[in-house]
């Protein structure tokens, strides 16, 4: 089956600029996106990207979408304290479900 | 606030207890899903339903019995569970069933003694 994945764990000095990375292996994902989780909390949508974009940028989010080697980032620049969760990247195939890594744990250092 | 409610927000039930948990959206998506998600593991679908029917079924134990009644609510049955169906357990939904951004709830803290 489909397989993404993520790093596990990233740690940053507020003010830095944050770089959460993943991979995935379904060449005929449609969407890919984005989501962060806070403690206790569900899943929060961040940003997606369209399978035909190479970049898209929202505010202090930027997402660098590479097919050929089927990477994707998320930048978060000027990384805050409440930046702090789990970021979770997930990919929509052509099929019918929505595959999700394991999620990267970013701790922000005051 | 997504638009999607779940309640409750916390449960703890017995392994012969008979319990619900509830989703509602209030974006008007055709498609909607319960996801688990357990520690140290990749989220996992369960059920899909699009328009009212389910779609997909992830060889999930009989003891997780889902109801749709409208397109708007999500409903799944619990009875007999075991301890390691402790999880959160997400609800989504989107626009349709293959197409359109898929929105989460809070989520559903389930602990089963």
């Known amino acids: 089956g489909e397989d993404v994945e993520q790093s596990l764990f990233l740690s940053v000095r507020e003010g830095d600029s944050s770089v959460i990375n993943c991979t995935y292996t379904?060449?005929?994902?449609?969407?890919l996106y984005w989501y962060k989780q806070e403690p206790g909390a569900g899943l929060q949508l961040l940003t997606y990207?369209?399978?035909?974009?190479d970049m898209k940028q929202d505010q202090r989010l930027t997402v660098l979408l590479n097919k050929k080697d089927k990477h994707l980032s998320l930048r978060i620049a000027d990384t805050q304290t409440g930046d702090s969760a789990i970021y979770f990247c997930?990919?929509?195939?052509?099929?019918?479900?929505?595959?999700f890594g394991t999620g990267t744990r970013l701790t922000v250092i005051p | 606030e997504t638009g999607v409610t779940q309640t409750p927000r916390h449960l703890v039930m017995g392994m012969t207890n008979k319990k619900s948990l509830k989703c509602e959206q209030h974006?008007?998506?055709?498609?909607m899903y319960w996801y688990k998600q357990s520690a140290k593991k990749p989220l996992e679908l369960m059920f899909v339903?699009?328009?009212?029917?389910?779609?997909e079924n992830n060889s999930v134990p009989s003891r997780f019995s889902p109801e749709c009644p409208n397109s708007s609510h999500l409903f799944l049955h619990l009875h007999t569970l075991q301890p390691e169906d402790s999880a959160l357990y997400l609800c989504?939904?989107?626009?349709?069933?293959?197409?359109?951004?898929?929105?989460f709830g809070e989520g559903s803290r389930l602990t089963v003694l």
């Open positions: 379904d060449s005929s994902s449609t969407y």
């Open positions: 989504a939904s989107s626009q349709d069933f293959l197409a359109g951004v898929v929105f």
């Open positions: 997930a990919e929509r195939t052509g099929a019918n479900n929505l595959f």
């Open positions: 990207i369209f399978s035909n974009m």
């Open positions: 339903y699009s328009l009212e029917e389910r779609v």
């Open positions: 974006l008007g998506h055709n498609a």
